[in-house]
């Protein structure tokens, strides 16, 4: 039994078996070790090497060696990284030899000056392609250089010089990983998490013709012809946990990957030391098609994770597609997250949001309650660090609108009220909805309701949509054309599924203002803009469709929208100019308490006066703006001084028989 036999069958051994065979090839070509030749360093690798039956320079002591190292080898019961490595990539025990002696001034700095000597090269430290390759006289380390470089386990450090003098370097992050050492957060293109910390498949809460489906997906995956596995999905949608819970199956861990750029270099022989799964983030835009990243000269098992939108391009790929949990799962899902901490029935039920952002809410609830000194987080903090995501996820693509009060606020036509009501209930029901029509129909439907809000400026749209997110208990968001339109092609597409997006997986109301400039009628292709309209219009009608979230569209020119967008509209509310005892009412709304103006003169001012709601909201603010300043109550003279200003606003003749003088 040899000297190595008995080391532990660890991957630290393991690596510093390999350091020696290196030096034990170097020995070869140096000098005797003395204190004046700068080599006295090297009694203390001598001595070790000795120790191992190996005491002086020897033809065939390499191999013999390698022998003994392959001995060794399989007594290991752990991942061995660097045996991982060179079955992957078919690496002889000369290319291993060649790539720790690439290593070895990264072990021990002083090899440096070895190197320096040996390449003739002042301030070279580490070897180089032309003076490995005299290494062997067949071309056999030539060769070997060269498949290492292509695999990506040796670098240039130098790659702008002339090839000879390239200096050889192994990856700082691939050195520590054949060490057994993964990534640490230092490393910003990647994130390594082993396989004890990734999910069991059996714990994921999945529906259950998915969960079948996923339980078959590892042996495809990592077969003999390993396939790569998509799982598309919205963000915080359980993409990566699905993708974790494939490789803990597969005894792997989770190699993350941020950048590509240094991916497609290095991610192959990292995830082979680390017997990890590759996953790769993907991001198409609408109507783009991306190509699975390579990752070199790797052949194993590989993921990536993407959206709903836009084309993926890998051959034989099993594709995965994750949607928003149901009301049941999100039961389980909030158990999970909070524990025993008891919740009100409509966040569990009414908040439709992915399984992720379910363990992040709970988190920032939990910060919430320390805050107030509570341990158990409520609805109510629920709700607060929900706003807190929205402000950061959603906020620099729509704008948070305030919220109304209740429908009693709104003074509309019953029609109209009765529309609202409708939509509020279909809102309310949009996940049961399917279970009360036939199979046909409840398979076409989806969570998505989208609403047309239309009539002319001033009859309460704006104050609809607030009040119905206000009775939805959701957040209204509105969305700003000049942000989300863009000259340039495919980038108007590419912001609108953005908010679309992002809407959907923080379960708000989102209002797109002014819709018409988005939805008019596709004209006919006579120059390019036309062509790159009709895109955009496109594009926008196929996103509507497919929108699972609360969709309100306001517009003042219905007559201008696409007859294909009112096809996908659940629901359209006609807004028309209030009659007088709507405007009496609105008046009644918008007036304070303590008023002084004549009720007769009211009655006047509400049948004679054609004013919108924006325009009876003017006028009062206008009147309150004159009694305060006056320091009483409002008067009918005040309010006949806002009502004339609305009516100059606009060019119109004001009905009201003169009271107040002309230029007040």
């Known amino acids: 039994m040899s000297a190595i036999d008995t080391l532990p069958r660890t991957a630290a051994e393991h690596f510093r078996l390999h350091v020696y065979a290196a030096i034990l090839a170097l020995r070869g070509r140096l000098p005797e070790p003395d204190d004046e030749n700068g080599l006295a360093f090297l009694r203390g690798y001598y001595d070790e090497l000795a120790t191992a039956g190996f005491a002086g320079p020897a033809t065939g002591d390499v191999d013999r060696w390698w022998e003994l190292v392959h001995a060794w080898e399989p007594d290991a019961s752990t991942h061995l990284p660097l045996r991982a490595l060179r079955d992957a990539y078919a690496l002889d025990p000369t290319a291993m030899t060649l790539l720790f002696t690439a290593g070895l001034v990264d072990e021990d700095v002083r090899f440096g000056a070895i190197f320096e000597a040996l390449t003739r090269l002042q301030g070279e430290a580490r070897p180089t392609v032309g003076l490995l390759s005299t290494w062997s006289d067949d071309g056999a380390a030539r060769d070997a250089i060269f498949a290492l470089l292509a695999a990506g386990v040796l670098a240039a450090a130098n790659p702008d010089a002339p090839r000879s003098r390239w200096a050889l370097e192994v990856p700082p992050v691939l050195w520590d990983a054949m060490r057994g050492r993964p990534p640490g957060p230092d490393v910003a293109w990647v994130r390594y998490r082993p396989p004890d910390e990734l999910p069991r498949i059996d714990r994921l809460v999945l529906p259950d013709d998915l969960a079948r489906v ?363 100019a209030p009659d007088a005892p709507e405007r009496w009412s609105i008046w009644q709304l918008h007036l304070p308490p303590e008023h002084d103006v004549d009720p007769a003169y009211l009655d006047e001012v509400a049948a004679r006066c054609q004013l919108t709601g924006g325009q009876i909201r003017n006028a009062v603010l206008h009147a309150s703006l004159l009694a305060l300043d006056a320091g009483r109550a409002i008067d009918s003279g005040d309010l006949e001084t806002g009502v004339r200003r609305e009516y100059r606003k606009v060019g119109g003749i004001c009905p009201l028989q003169q009271t107040v003088p002309l230029g007040a």
């Open 214 to 576: 996923l339980a078959r997906v590892p042996e495809v995956v990592d077969g003999p012809l390993p396939r790569p596995l998509v799982v598309r999905g919205p963000r915080s949608g359980g993409r990566r946990t699905v993708v974790g819970a494939v490789a803990r199956t597969l005894g792997r861990g989770l190699l993350e990957l941020r950048d590509p750029a240094p991916a497609e270099r290095l991610a192959g022989p990292l995830a082979k030391l680390l017997n990890a799964l590759p996953l790769v983030e993907l991001d198409p835009a609408p109507g783009e098609t991306v190509a699975f990243p390579s990752l070199g000269s790797y052949t194993g098992p590989r993921a990536a994770i993407a959206g709903r939108r836009g084309g993926i391009r890998a051959e034989r790929a099993v594709t995965l597609t994750l949607g928003l949990p149901d009301p049941d799962r999100r039961a389980v899902l909030w158990r999970s997250a909070l524990g025993d901490a008891g919740l009100a029935g409509d966040v569990v039920t009414d908040l439709r949001i992915p399984a992720g952002t379910i363990h992040r809410l709970a988190d920032l609830a939990r910060g919430e309650a320390a805050l107030d000194g509570r341990t158990s987080p409520t609805s109510l903090d629920v709700r607060a660090a929900l706003r807190s995501l929205e402000a950061e996820t959603l906020e620099t693509l729509a704008t948070r609108v305030p919220l109304a009060g209740d429908w009693d606020d709104l003074a509309i036509a019953p029609e109209t009220a009765r529309e609202l009501e409708l939509l509020e209930a279909r809102c309310r029901n949009r996940e049961r909805l399917h279970e009360g029509v036939g199979a046909a129909l409840g398979a076409q439907l989806t969570a998505g309701v989208r609403a047309l809000f239309s009539g002319p400026s001033g009859t309460g749209k704006t104050l609809a949509a607030r009040l119905l997110a206000a009775a939805l208990g959701k957040e209204l968001f509105s969305v700003d054309l000049a942000t989300v339109v863009n000259k340039y092609l495919g980038e108007t597409e590419k912001n609108l599924d953005a908010v679309f997006s992002r809407a959907e997986e923080l379960d708000v109301v989102l209002m797109l203002d002014e819709g018409d400039a988005l939805m008019t009628r596709r004209t006919d292709v006579r120059t390019s803009n036309d062509r790159y309209a009709n895109l955009e219009t496109n594009f926008l009608l196929q996103r509507l469709e497919s929108y699972e979230g609360i969709l309100v569209v306001t517009t003042n020119a219905g007559e201008r929208i696409d007859d294909a967008f009112k096809r996908r509209l659940d629901v359209v509310v006609d807004f028309r």
